[in-house]
């Protein structure tokens, strides 16, 4: 069983930037990898950005060059830095672990004013 928190979010002008951390407990050391998600009212999840064991990253096309995702192995913690943010970027970001389950975060909201 794992367990997520995710932290950092809250609002910030266009331009801006925000880190969000996400925080893995319990059998961590079946986490396969771990990756960020966001939703925006009345759209559906989707995929921001990812972070494998081994280190390897991916991300969105909408992301790539603003947001970058890291992992402090030793704290079990990712982190999603997100640069030049747009009023688009609004959404409530979910941390996702993966191991033969997926484990969900309860989110965290990021507000981008214009």
């Known amino acids: 069983q794992v367990h997520v928190v995710e932290s950092g979010g809250g609002l910030v002008q266009a331009g801006g930037s925000l880190r969000l951390s996400c925080i893995a407990s319990?059998?961590?050391?079946?986490?396969?990898?771990m990756a960020w998600y966001r939703q925006a009212p009345g759209k559906q999840r989707e995929f921001v950005a990812s972070?494998?064991?081994?280190?390897?990253?991916n991300y969105a096309g909408s992301v790539k060059g603003r947001f970058t995702i890291s992992r402090d192995g030793a704290k079990n913690t990712v982190y999603l830095q997100m640069n030049s943010l747009k009023p688009e970027d609004t959404a409530v970001y979910y941390c996702?672990?993966?191991?033969?389950?997926?484990?969900w975060g309860q989110g965290t909201q990021v507000t981008v004013s214009s």
């Open positions: 996702k672990a993966t191991t033969r389950t997926d484990y």
């Open positions: 319990g059998t961590i050391f079946s986490i396969n990898h």
């Open positions: 972070i494998l064991g081994g280190g390897s990253t």
